[in-house]
């Protein structure tokens, strides 16, 4: 059986030490989906939500969520983010959430990632529960990473022609 990461020799949990590790460019995208019933869809697409914003107010969260993420998940290591984006794309009952975070660092990023996606979807979901309290969050994982010892990861559901920056 294989020596997990983060226990030490005694079982204890342990951060794991990546002071050794060479430092690479590390890219992780991660995806989210937020169901919800056409008229939620059409006040948010309308910009008729009372509390304000609700992309917008989701994209901040998302990218505040992946830099705080080493104080959510524990044994996570602090990272020196160069970049967080978080993207909307409009679909028939709801609307998928893309979050790409970026680092020159000694460990990967993609718990940042799945942080952001997740977090953009609960802000979403607390934006527009007054209007809705059924709306679902699903769907949640990585859709690609690289760098690292481990290299290249792409989910069979990856899209990259889709546009980082878009917004519908």
Excluded: W
């Excluded at 169901?35 to 917008?56: F, H, S, W």
């Excluded at 010892?149 to 990259?160: C, I, L, M, V, W």
């Amino acid at each position: 059986m294989n020596q997990l990461s983060h226990i030490d020799s005694r079982g204890r949990a342990s951060m794991v030490d990546v002071g050794d590790k060479a430092v690479t460019t590390r890219t992780a995208v991660a995806a989210a989906r937020i169901t919800m019933k056409p008229e939620t869809l059409a006040a948010i697409r309308a910009g008729d939500v009372k509390k304000g914003d609700v992309l917008g107010t989701a994209r901040v969260a998302g990218i505040m969520a992946a830099k705080k993420t080493h104080e959510l998940i524990p044994l996570c290591h602090p990272l020196l983010l160069s970049r967080v984006a978080v993207d909307f794309e409009y679909i028939d009952n709801g609307i998928d959430i893309r979050a790409t975070v970026r680092c020159r660092g000694q460990t990967g990023v993609e718990m940042e990632a799945l942080t952001a996606a997740t977090v953009a979807a609960l802000t979403i979901y607390d934006m527009a529960k007054a209007l809705e309290k059924t709306m679902r969050i699903e769907q949640v994982h990585l859709l690609y990473k690289e760098g690292g010892k481990s290299g290249q990861f792409t989910a069979e559901d990856y899209r990259p022609e889709v546009s980082e920056e878009q917004e519908r």
